[in-house]
């Protein structure tokens, strides 16, 4: 009689997670036909053929159920017969470019798209008519991309993935949720797993992040994926721009009154799902974030990050091993204190090493590049590239064992000036431009004296 | 603190909504900017460039909303634009079609298929990006589709939408919602005015449809038009399979204790969205409807329809105008009748009519067939194809002047006997064999005396 | 697995609902019982000892389920039966008075207290634990409401009905919520049935005052009656405070842009459940949704009124045909065209009304009381205490059928001023002070000159 | 536009939780004018008079954040005049009596039962109107119960809060909720913390207690705590009726499919709200989650608690140490292993004590009584007073510390046969008669040789 429409509505989305112990079972009653199973190609077949139409869901599900009691092997084994048997029919296509070249028209590129299409497209769609099949197949081109290191005749399955999920997970599609302690368990479980940069300890370290008046998290989901995040952001409310991490994460510290902040910092990003790699959502997600706390609280002027410098250990490492005019020869000499035990808990030695460690900071950024030409520093791409500025760098930052091992303990702070970001865009994009504060670019080496390329990140 | 998760995740998406208003206002401000708005697709050219990339979620709302502020003569200039200005690049086909010659190879076929792929298709995808505008989208195609009818030339941009959505709309990202009195009002309106075979009157008629015990409605949804239902199908529980469509639609009848119902009627199956021509989902339905009933009321054993036939009138007339053996001569002669004005409500004419009629409904399902060999009957296809069978042919059944005009009055049961759909489809889908009652078949005069194939319906 | 915690949860209030049908079955099968059911107070005991502590849920199902069936005759009876078998014990009372004169303590006024308690309070709380036991017991007072009118001798079943009620529905467990196009059709059907001052005639007429943006409509509901609006106020948005009804109920104006409105007019308060009747809202539900409206819109500046005088038709005509100083010769000479037929039709007979019908009314504001010294105005002693004060009076601002036969014609303005609402009230409360403009103050003959004192209203 | 209408509902009730901070803002502003906010209960006089009317909300939120600033002592003198200055008024009391004497009637009772209704009870009614007030109002309670056992004086004032809060949360408007993995995390924190039974270690154990196909856990929660559970059960699914916890609370024990299950086990009830210490939960828990689970399992045919017997202990102990019939001499001798340190880890000595404490074990359920005739066991008076019966003694069944020093090492199980509950339950009722299997009745000593009650528990 008198029940919620649109909460039922996402009931029932949601109800399709509960399908998990049935499928158990299901598997258990399969145990016993094995012998059967062997051919998931041939289910494949049938699920494309004119059987596919009236039974479709049955099938898909029988397939991915299959998939999914597979061992590597087998799977890679699943992945292959994607490749050679799901392919495009190269008599169409021969046929379909014999009518173009008669006459190239809109219907003969039409045919000719159509006739290149790979079977396996139309199959990952019709596959994903079972129950939770969204996210089986998320996990399986997880599974794909892994195997994809040592299988290079798999890139074209990989492909038809990636394509197929940059249409399903639209930007249009996908729905900003904050995360807080008022999330469910199942979703906060995950959020632990999946940070990337600074590591949640236990769920105490989790609520200081989430339920502090001065913290925020925000993730992206998607409707089909209604308990796994994709991607989130963890936010620091704070007075001023911060110069390290640890003071961010400490778990003792007194939370600031929210109506007091002026700046939010973004500290982390992660990706949740590896089977997702390549459909990008982290550029979107930072600007709606940025939207979403400038209406709850208009006096916040100032946007900027606290990212590592995941590049730069390696560089640096590079420059005072080899002749470079990247350092100075007293920089160098300064330096040289990197390669003493422990050289991170000797305050004078931490003072004497700030200035050159700085200087040699801002060379890499305004100077390293890729072999495509882009900055060496790939957080610095992503962030130059959605048209934030490099704002400051800050040393020491952070000494955990990570930030040591990738950024000498080096972090950055990327400002986003809603004014600017599209103009710093444009000009990124055009020629690659690293737009930074003057004082980064000063304490820069000039970057004509210097290789500017690097070897491929 | 203390809020719902999940409800929260769709009251974002629902939100969406809201924005309509504010669109309203930003409209009257362009206003005062016509004179720079005249080229949308220069602003669509921008939107797949660089800048689209930094400032996409703006670019696409500001084109939704100058399209919709658009009559239709610049609507249609705008679909012209879609197909000149951003279809494939001849260049970039004919170098992939020399690579492919040179080595057909994966890689190959691969790039061929990207250099054939309309650039519309990923401006569309990037439309996508605006609050609201998989809405827009849909709307525009339906706009397109009514513009094709005289517009040969756009056939390929159409192709392009229908392409795309049928990605979108997969069936794994529908949701099946029971309608009922509790559902919103905004809902409710549009199942009112999307109701296509047996026209709702009101909301006193609707009512008696939804909010009595033995009966049922079920829709379609797909999260990103969270009010907007894609596909429904009322729904009767009786004790018999009825043979007229009158007593169901019946405002004074006595509800029937749904306990002791023992057949579920679908006697109306209307799609919703004309910007989804050609996305497929009324099999679906039927099939998870009868899933859905199946669970809540196991006692029900019968899944019919009773529909309309929407051809017979046509082919009848055609049998008795001109020489054919589809007709007996005295069925011929009793037919005659429905030449007299108002046949229909003399009773004792239609007790006469009543068996060559049937006689005749008979041999037009199982002989009469169109161009290409299915049935003639466009409802006959569509529930064939779903595996149900022809059940029983019932006149008088439905002499409403709709009724009237387009079946003499004929209505039909297509029984779903989950037993059997699967195998049944497979017949039509093979041979586009007829599967129907004996009594049917032996009603019908032998088709190898009839010429079976009537233009295309 | 992923499922929306607060949204079950509500869900589940919700579906209690659902039971309706249910009941109807069970109803059935009792039928075949009701040679035993004579005797629903014996029921009632049952539930009041031991055995109702084990199985109250069933017997409290049971109760409210018989008493559903009864015709009026019988519930009258059962009402008799709660007023003599289910009262205070008078040797239990007797025995706590003495307790009370030897030792007057605490102790002894709280056994005072318990024994004066009538049996029949903690029997209506037991029967609220069946499902949806709140709402039969809201109609089972309505339904004792209608029965007082006869019978005095139950007006102590009334009040403890009434006391327990108030306890229930304390504003603090009361949920504001906003009536729009998106409310379930099951509320909005209420809506229109319970809108007690300006009649909603159809779904066109509601649409037009919940999906206009220019319109506002909130109602309180209670958790247990989760489909059923307690009281509700219609609001309309506009740029000046309104002299007249009709403009505001037309289905064809131009809405404005709630941006540029400066004023919330409350044009409509409806209480909902008769068997509420005395457990007081309107005041809370008016002052939250100033709150409300202010948040959403802070520009808005004016909160007002437009309300009928329900006693000033009454009052008139007793001054006009008695010898009366609230009306001067002149202005009940001018007076006189009211007992003319179709006087409202006549525009300049109403030209020349308008002045003295002013006077008339202003005297009638401040001056006419009823026997306890009230306002004699129904609606003046609810905004008055509520500490609005007397804006404006209009004339003629609603010439229907009952703005005539109630209120003459006459529609008056009160203003929510947030400063002085406690001020006002404080005066009220009193003194009962009418707070008025001066320009009101001086239309009035002078109060000295007036009987004050009416027949109670 | 398209929002859900019922999620908003409840949305609303939630975001009441927010308010928090505000409050604690509002703290601050306060705290610069303490030196006028000496007198709580002047405030709590204005609640109740005029102006109490006019601005309630304000004012009670007022008085409910400064009784929030309170330290204990001041809390103290608050309850202290909420003994003295909002008590019932004499002078109104004996002029009520004298209206009795001259005329007993149920009108004259009706004005005696007002009289001696303490002012505190109006005024904790209006307290309610604060936001999130039912929150404080409970916790206030929660710290009057821990001063009462020092303070004789305010059992008065306590009992006004126990009589609102058994009418307030009355069964009918409770929500029975079950507690998953999908809850939100700061529900389950309050699980961790509330657990009274078996201590919940930490999330990993609560996970393994809530997210295990064969483990539910349900709560009761009222509408305005929404993110309070009130009482919660946790129930383990077997094959078999359990005779020791630890099997039970092992994290590494492999599932068992729910669908092989037969048997439900009750291993905890725990209340949550101190504050609510007298309202009856349980018993409607225990009956709602049974009639829940067989929804969900129809083929569940036992359902069955493991209980600790918390005063075997105590008595045991007093039964070694004195003259009792209770014991024969020799299991008298060897009980005496409980002397032994380290007992528990003694397999053989285990052994031996078993046939003697089982004999010990049913002489206490079935004699041993309290001063008022009831069991002397707590748990035994909550599930026999229910309607279940014992039906099993385990032990060793738990020899944790609590276990040991409580019930040593004893457990129990009482069954919930559905036919037999209610004659359980009276012959309970009326006679105290202990219901038992007729194992236990034979080992148990007879009770006519023994001494039947105990000092009070």
New interface residues.
């Given amino acids: ?15 399709r ?2 399908s ?2 049935d499928r158990a ?1 299901a598997r258990e009653r399969r145990d016993t036909l094995t012998e059967t199973t062997e051919n998931l190609a041939d289910l494949c077949e049938e699920l494309l053929s ?2 596919g ?5 049955a099938l898909a599900r029988e397939i991915l159920a299959r998939y999914d009691d597979l061992t590597i092997g087998p799977r890679i084994a699943f992945f292959e017969a994607l ?1 050679t048997r799901f ?2 029919d ?1 008599t169409r ?1 021969n046929a379909a ?1 014999e009518a ?2 008669n006459k ?1 028209s ?2 003969a ?2 045919e ?2 159509a006739a ?3 079977r396996r497209l139309e199959l990952l ?1 019709r596959l ?3 129950p939770q ?2 996210r089986t197949l998320v996990e399986m081109r997880g599974q794909l991309l892994d195997t994809l290191t040592r299988r290079d005749d798999l890139a ?1 399955v990989d ?1 038809d993935f990636a394509y ?1 999920f ?3 997970f ?4 996908l ?4 995360i ?10 995950k959020i632990i797993r999946y940070e990337a940069v600074h590591q949640i300890r ?2 105490v370290d989790l ?1 200081a992040r989430i339920d502090s ?1 001065d913290r925020r998290c925000y993730a992206f ?1 998607h ?2 994926l ?2 796994e995040p994709l991607i989130f952001v963890e936010v620091a409310l704070t007075r001023e721009i911060p110069g390290a991490i640890a003071p961010i994460l400490e778990l003792k510290r007194e939370p600031l ?1 929210p ?1 007091r902040a002026t700046t939010a910092v973004f500290y982390s990003i992660s990706n949740c799902q590896r089977g997702l790699a390549g459909v990008t959502f982290g ?2 997600l930072i ?1 709606q974030v940025v939207a979403e706390i400038c209406r709850e609280m208009p006096r916040l002027s100032t946007f900027v990050t606290l990212s590592p410098a995941p590049n730069f250990a390696g560089w640096l490492a590079r420059q005072r091993t080899q002749p470079s005019p990247a350092l100075t020869e007293a920089d160098r000499a300064a330096l040289a204190t990197l390669d003493q035990q422990d050289w991170w808990s000797d305050e004078a030695a931490l003072d004497e090493m700030r200035e050159p460690m700085l200087r040699a900071a801002a060379t890499y950024f305004m100077t390293a590049r890729n072999s495509s030409g882009s900055p060496l520093d790939a957080v610095a791409r992503f962030h130059l590239g ?2 934030a500025r490099l704002e400051r760098l800050n040393w020491p930052a952070d000494l955990s064992e990570r930030g040591r091992r990738q950024s000498c303990g080096l972090m950055v702070n990327y400002l986003y000036d809603l004014g600017d ?2 103009k710093n ?2 000009a990124y ?2 020629s690659r431009a690293i737009i930074a504060t003057s004082a980064i670019r000063k304490l820069a080496r000039p970057s004509r004296a210097l290789t500017t390329v690097e070897a491929a990140s």
Wanted: no cysteine; net charge negative; charged share 25%.
């Fill in positions: 009689m008198n029940t919620s429409f649109f909460g039922e509505l996402l009931q029932a989305i949601s109800e997670g509960r998990l112990l079972r004119n059987r139409e009236a039974s479709g869901v490749a392919g495009a190269h296509i470019i173009w070249r190239p809109d219907v590129a039409a000719l798209h290149t299409e790979p769609r994903n008519l079972a099949a969204t074209a492909a197929l940059s249409t399903w639209n930007r249009g599609f729905v900003l949720r904050r807080d302690w008022s999330t469910p368990a199942v979703i906060l479980e236990d769920w609520r008046p989901f409707p089909a209604v308990d009154d109506e550029s979107f600007k959605n048209g970001i599209e865009h444009e994009a055009e």
